[in-house]
């Protein structure tokens, strides 16, 4: 059982940055695909970024290449999204989430799921 907390979110203006984090506890991230996801009001959840616990390999969704930057801190436990140049349409609840295997971007292929932080960004 892994559980999940994830924080950071908050109000940022257009071209601002936040950078949001997701803990484990109970147990490790080990052998463990981290995922970023997001839902924003009548949208469908869309999968952001994710790592690799073992390794470090990263996958991005299309929508934010270039602007966030996932990352890890082993001794932590912890995943980080670094979200810069955001924009209105970045705005939604941010889902961390977990599953032992290998990256996927569906989410319902995820076993383990935090309680979600509100990214607000205003124009």
Known sequence: QVQLEE???GLVQAGGSLRLSCAASERTF????VGWFR???GKAREFVAGIRWNGGSV???????????ISRHNRRDTVYLQ???LKPEDAAVYYCAARF????DDDSRYDYWGRGTQVTVSS
């Open 7 to 9: 924080s950071g979110g």
């Open 30 to 33: 080990t052998n463990c695909f």
């Open 39 to 41: 839902q924003a009001p």
């Open 59 to 69: 996958n991005y969704g299309d929508s934010i290449k270039g602007r966030f930057t």
């Open 83 to 85: 979200m810069n140049n």
């Open 101 to 104: 295997g290998a990256y996927i």
